[in-house]
């Protein structure tokens, strides 16, 4: 969707003239913009509670208006909530081009108006290739307000650029397990390489026998497409910082021989959420020439039973000498993620960001609408959770609490993969943290936010999020 800034009304518009009144906006003033909704908007009982909203059309003007009781203007949430209401009652009506007034008598802040540009193009989004009948997305959108604004063309273009790559990932997730595997994961980051001019590395069952990735080849061998380790890096000329983005890439999580049960596996197609989130930052990092170094790490399998499976109480010795006793096969994620975390660790970033939909225990804590950070760096902790706040994909600290270590040693190895007393995510967290030797790491937990099986407040549509792209985007910013 095209979203830009214009200086006034279109004197003969398509669509529709999308409406806000603020609360504390004058309706009187909006009458004298708008004649013919005058005698509307002086019956109180109509539009009085936020959220309400009403088509109209002037047969005088032949105009067509949504008026939408809105809330406040200070509150990012609010232009989050408003995003969502707008985008889903312009899909009923399907339509296709919009204005969106603005008026100048409410003061409206840089963080209101992202948000609301954001969350439009979010709620833009439907994953329709399977339906016959195609839904269709609104694809011009102005927003009109008069005069100078502080809004820079430059902000609505990496809004733009940004909502591409977050549809990349969620077009990632969404799509069927049968068509995600990782080989075909291997291709979509090797086209993304090519595209986008990284540095792309891609180990496979050679590469990672040599390596030592055990854990990787444990996961995946059972499936009959091999497991992959991929890393994409992006160089710029000049740089002060490196980060380090690691990304769970199950691309079916059916539990292994601890299989899983029926409606668990449901929706385990999107196991792989963190490795797309990480591809889709890159392609995004790429694209706004950020002056940060970012490396991309996607640990790729599939965990399936069958007669090659890695079993309960076998033991993986990893490349950092560390040995791991499988407790249970459906804790998977932490077994391949720790391959990667030894490799990212080894080129000595500034940071490392690891993204997985580990735990279900993640879910029971906080939602579908927080993910779990685990950190012990409180820089980095800080700079997350900031850029939590300003982008809308929210985090909660857990604390890595070093009391629950024991819980994860096992008897006739250093570390096991599971087990049953609770705080699933924590020791989760503490087991990665055992791979990534002393640099700066946060783990963040996706298990709830990367796939919603029902609308959220923001987000009006069920299915694959995209959380993580936008919020990586805004911490490198940041850092820029
Ligand atoms: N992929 C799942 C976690 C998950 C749950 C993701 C719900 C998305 C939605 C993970 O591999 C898993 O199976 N975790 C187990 C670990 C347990 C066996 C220690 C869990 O959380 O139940
Ligand atoms: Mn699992
Ligand atoms: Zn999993």
Redesign the pocket.
Known sequence: MKIKKINRLLSNPHGVIVIPLFRGLSRAAIGVEFPELQKLLQQKKILGRDGEALFCNSLSSRRLFLLIAAGGTDRKTDARKLACLIMSRLREKHIRRVQLYLSNDTHISPGFLLNLIDYLHLNNYRFDRYLRKKSKPVQRLDLVRRGKSPWPAAALNAAETTDRCVVFCRDLVNEIPSRITPDTMVQTASDLAAEHHLVIQVFRKSGLVENGLNGLLAVGAAAACSPALISLEYVPEKFSHSVSLVGKG?TF?A?GL?L?PGN?ME??K??MAGAAVVLAVMKNVAWLRLPVKVTAWAALAE?MPGSQAYKPGDIITYANKKTVEIV?T????RLILADALIMASRQRPDAIIEFS?????V?TALGDGIAGLMCRNKKLRTALLQAADACGELLWELPLFSEYRKDITAKIADLK???YHGA?SIK?GLFLQEFVGKTPFAHIDI??T??LSRPGPWLGVEGATGFGVRLMTEYLKNLA
Do not use: H, Q
Not at 330 to 333: F, L, Q, S, T, V
């Open positions: 199950i999580d539990g601890n899983k668990s929706e385990m999107c196991d965990n249970n459906d804790a998977e994620g939909t580990l735990t279900g225990a879910v993969n599971a087990n699933s989760a298990a709830g990367a796939f």
